[in-house]
């Protein structure tokens, strides 16, 4: 096996504080998706994970995060680590793997305080997985994590990746919930994007599972395309809903830097704020829920998922398979993203950890406001009783400047992100960072390629 020391500052750049603070009312598009991160002057110990926490345990609910890092293609402004592959035989044996990392954290005894709430399939492509695999892997993890049975099952399918057949297959294994990266019914948009799906297509992918009764189905709506206007965005978005859709993620683009000629075609930011808020406005009439930033969902569809990861207090997420993140027992890491090395460390009888971050009390209190943040509404009580004091007291602060800008409001029970702030969550969100955590950019994409850790931890 490959050994190459992981330093805290190849997986997290450090950027200038003028970088990294987006000043108001600049929105800032590094989309928050994990806290705390990885810093500290010494390398993370995987061991950690099953020691005492610093910690309070605030919720012993649990998401098993399955990952794929593998698509059959890349799509131009696609900013996560995938690897390419040729067709689902190639990454036959994948789902033993996971299997295997799965019975690892069983042995060390970390899962019997859980309890489970959602399996979640995601990547690169998790429709790349065979059906009977899905099956396996649900089986496996049911049966190792205690539950009442009602557990939400989602898999993120690619439209090209999942017709009638699959999808039927996967209903019948147990999946509940799907959710498609279909992005746009207009042919040009998906043209200029250079994706591989059609109008057509997306139409009948979504027919097709509605048609077989999963419980939810979602869709990913890409906004701020090259040339969109703002009444562009509300016939895509009646196209949407137009499909019986009971989820919709909406994102606005964010194009790469490859992208530099489609980047000029795109909206201003404040057509971007009005396109967000017409989203917004046309979904909550329609007495749909925002359930967190970006997702919005109708009353009876919200996601365990999205509560358990996001809503303050957050609960636990278990991350199998090579890229994927977890945050457990007081500590957030990553696995290494390489499938190669993945195979080699699992294979080998270890846990295939990069790199991660136990958490300081600073980091688990501000965890708390980053991630609940995307939730609109952040309860003072939790807070109080894991942590012993007022978040209203340890965020005094932050909580009056975020007010004076109109973000954020306070009541007897919370700390609420107002209408105005909604727009503005990644600021909100990075506003609570702690001091170490300030100035630091998430753990993303390429710049994982090629990482492995010094050792890794053998569980016997
Ligand atoms: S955007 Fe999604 S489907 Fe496209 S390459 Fe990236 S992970 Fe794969």
């Not at 990075?430 to 090629?450: A, D, I």
């Not at 492995?452 to 931890?457: F, N, Q």
Request: hydrophobic residues 35%; contains cysteine.
């Amino acid at each position: 096996m490959k050994q190459k020391t992981i330093k805290n500052n190849f997986i997290t750049p450090i950027v200038s504080d003028s970088e990294w603070t987006a000043k108001y009312p600049k929105v800032d598009r590094e989309y928050v998706w994990t806290y705390p991160l990885l810093h500290g002057p010494e390398e993370f110990r995987a061991k950690e994970i099953f020691s005492e926490p610093n910690v309070p345990i605030i919720s012993n609910d649990l998401v098993v995060y399955i990952h794929l890092p593998a698509c059959l293609f890349r799509c131009p402004m696609c900013p996560f680590y995938v690897e390419l592959v040729k067709s689902r035989e190639q990454i036959m044996g994948y789902a033993n793997l996971l299997i295997k990392e799965l019975e690892m954290y069983e042995k060390t005894g970390v899962l019997s305080k859980y309890n489970l709430k959602a399996i979640y399939f995601g990547g690169g492509t998790a429709s790349l997985l065979f059906p009977d695999d899905v099956g396996k892997i649900v089986k496996n993890v049911m049966k190792c994590i205690k539950n009442d049975g009602n557990v939400e099952i989602t898999l993120e399918g690619h439209p090209v990746l999942a017709d009638y057949n699959y999808l039927s297959a996967l209903h019948s294994v147990g999946v509940n919930r799907v959710s498609f990266g279909i992005q746009s019914f207009c042919d040009d948009d998906l043209r200029v994007m250079g994706l591989k799906q059609t109008a057509k297509s997306n139409f009948k992918t979504l027919e097709n599972a509605t048609k077989l009764g999963f419980n939810t189905v979602s869709a990913d709506m890409l906004y701020r395309l090259p040339n969109q206007k703002p009444n562009d965005v509300l016939i895509q978005l009646n196209q949407f809903l137009e499909t019986g859709i009971t989820s919709l993620s909406a994102y606005s683009l964010e194009l790469s830097v490859r992208q530099g000629e489609q980047i000029k075609m795109q909206a201003s930011e404040e057509e971007d704020k009005e396109m967000f808020y017409l989203i917004n406005e046309t979904l909550l009439h329609k007495n749909w829920n925002h359930t967190a930033q970006p997702d919005y969902s109708h009353k009876s569809h919200i996601s365990e998922e999205t509560v358990v990861t996001w809503k303050a207090p957050q609960g636990q997420t278990l991350g199998l398979g090579a890229g994927a993140c977890s945050s457990i027992n007081g500590n957030t890491y990553f696995n290494v993203h390489s499938m190669e090395e993945y195979n080699n460390v699992i294979s080998e009888g270890c846990l295939p950890i990069l790199s991660g971050q136990k958490y300081t009390l600073a980091d688990a209190m501000s965890r708390y406001m980053v991630l609940g943040a995307r939730c609109f509404n952040l309860p003072r009580k939790p807070f109080f009783d894991a942590f012993g004091i007022d978040m209203f007291d340890v965020f005094s602060n932050e909580i009056y400047q975020l007010s004076k800008l109109g973000l954020v409001s306070k009541d007897e029970d919370a700390l609420n992100i107002t209408r105005d702030g909604k727009y503005y969550v990644d600021n909100i969100s990075k506003t609570f960072y702690s001091l170490e955590n300030r100035c630091h950019v998430q753990p993303w994409g390429e710049k994982m390629k090629g990482a492995v850790a010094k050792d890794y931890l053998s569980i016997i």
